[in-house]
Every structure is written in structure tokens, then in C-alpha cells.
């Protein structure tokens, strides 16, 4: 990859509970490079989320530094980032074009280009037909491609994804992953993807960082080398399976430890 940095943690720790407290991450260090598609596994625990949320700038790290397009982060999520969570969040009182429209509605943006910006995210997403449909009337899979226009509405240059495809069933969760690696393609964002997922993990991403035990930090940097015109079809390349079986070689010693199992 030789896009240029534009997410660094260095010697990033997080503690909850004060300076004393249970440390949950760290120490890391990760630099994401502009346009890469990063994937974080780990065991359950191990800080995978946290992580997310300190690179997001939703929370400070107890010390060492978070740098976005070389500005340093203090506890805020600044305009170019984008975060789409597991958990449903659409809104159940608003349609699927009142939903995507949720966060422009203080941008302060003639109305024109608030519209236009809806309708492209919504078509790019394959919600057109569905636009005044309300998030009862539509399947999980649904559900999260309204929440990830929602996202994408907002042209965000950095898209953090905590678990999106969790609830999801596994052939959804492939096709699902086939429209995210095409919005990667097409908008030309940088993305980090948090997964439990080997395989979505493996066919998804340009490198996958392994993470340990808690507290977390990384013990593997795999590149897939895969080509960036990618899809679910990957799966049937033998270097597929390969390349998950190494993720669990990193990844079993230390869920055994979250497990309290390990030799």
C-alpha cells in the first residue's frame, strides 16, 4: 500500500476506572494508510471496540496520541469520519429517507444538495425502491445498508465499522460484504473494519492486524495481497483458506487465555 498516513495511534492505552483501573488497550501502535482496508480481529475482550472508539475520537486514550490527517484527537470525532455500529440504529419513526437525511439536519447545506446527497447514498445503496419504507417494514440487511448510507451521506474520508455484519446470517453477511468493498471502491475511503469474523476479515481487507488478550495490542500484521477489485467469489481461491488458517494460528493461544484455558 503506499497511500500516505492518515490514522496513527502511537503507544496508544486506554484505562477504565482511572489511572489505577483495568487497562483495556494498549499499548498500540497502528498506522492506517488513506484508501486501505484494515480489519482488527481479536478475542471477545480484548479491546478490538475500544480501539475503534479512541480512533474514532469518541473517547481520549489514557495516554499516547491519536493523529487524524496528521491533527491530534482529544475525545472528538472530527468532520471525515464516519462510524457505523452493530447494533440497529435506525430510527423506527422515520423513513428510510428520513433516516439517511438524520445527520445532515444541522449541516447548514442548501437544501438541494442535502436532497442530492440523500438520493445518491440511497441509490448507491439499493434503497430506492424502499426510500419511504420505515426500518419495520425491512430485513437486518437492510436495516444496516440504511445505516451505512446514513454514513456515506455524510462523505466521510475515514469509515470505522464496529461489527456491522454481526446479527446477520453468513450469505447475507458475504453479499453484505461484496456492497461494502464496492462503496470502499468507489468513494475511495479508508476503512477499518472490527470483526470476529476470519473469513469476512480475510476476503475483506488489504491487511488484518491480530490482536491479544486483554489488555489488547497486536501480535500480527497479515497483508492478503488480494486484488482491489475483490468480491465473495474469493472464497473459493485456496489462498483464502490459507490465509484464515493463519489468522487462527495467531488468534486460538490468545482466545484460549480470554477462555482461562491456555496451557
Known sequence: MSGQPQIQLCEVVRRYGGPSGLQALGPVNLEIRSGEFFSIVGPSGCGKSTLLDVAAGLVAPTSGSVRFEGKELHGEVPDGIGVVFQEDASLPWLSVRDNVAFGLRTSGLPKKEVADRVDHAIDFMGLAQFAGHYPAQLSGGMRQRVCIARTLV??????????????????TRLLMGDELLRLWRETGATVLLITHA???AAMLSDRVGVMSARPGRFIDMIETVWPRDRD??????????????RLWSSLREESLKTMGRAA
Open 198 to 200: 476470519l473469513d469476512e
Open 232 to 245: 465473495s467469489r474469493i472464497v473459493s481461491d485456496p489462498k483464502f483458506g490459507a490465509l484464515t488458517a
Open 154 to 171: 455524510l462523505r466521510p474520508r475515514l469509515i470505522l465499522l464496529d461489527e456491522p455484519f454481526g446479527a446477520l446470517d453468513q450469505q
